[in-house]
């Protein structure tokens, strides 16, 4: 078992900056991929940002590309997701989760959730 805990979401006017931080444990860490998904009300959670831990690529949703960036530290077992030019329509939950396989943007093949950050953007 995984388990993942989200935390760094709040208020922030549009154009601030946020990090979120997904701190893991149990099983280990490395052969795992990594994703930051996000749900809005009314809406499907979807892909924003992922990684598989032990290769170099990264992946972004387009609607995030070139604002956020997502990074890790392998010594604390802790994924981050740097948030920069907010916008009003990044409103969501914020989710990490995490998967045993390739890299996927695909929200149903993932195996382990945390309970989500709210971030609120205002405009």
């Known amino acids: 078992q995984v388990q993942l805990v989200e935390s760094g979401g709040g208020l922030v006017q549009a154009g601030g900056s946020l990090r979120l931080s997904c701190a893991a444990s149990g099983r280990t860490f490395s052969p795992f991929t990594m994703g930051w998904f996000r749900q809005a009300p009314g809406k499907e959670r979807e892909f924003v940002a992922g990684?598989?831990?032990?290769?170099?690529?990264?992946y972004y949703a387009d609607s995030v590309k070139g604002r956020f960036t997502i990074s890790r530290d392998n010594a604390k077992n802790t994924v981050y997701l740097q948030m920069n030019s907010l916008k009003p329509e990044d409103t969501a939950v914020y989710y990490c989760?995490?998967?045993?396989?390739?890299?996927?943007?695909?929200?149903?093949?993932?195996?382990?959730w945390g309970q989500g950050t709210q971030v609120t953007v205002s405009s």
């Open positions: 990684f598989r831990l032990s290769g170099g690529n990264t």
């Open positions: 989760g995490a998967r045993r396989g390739f890299f996927t943007r695909i929200r149903d093949e993932y195996d382990y």
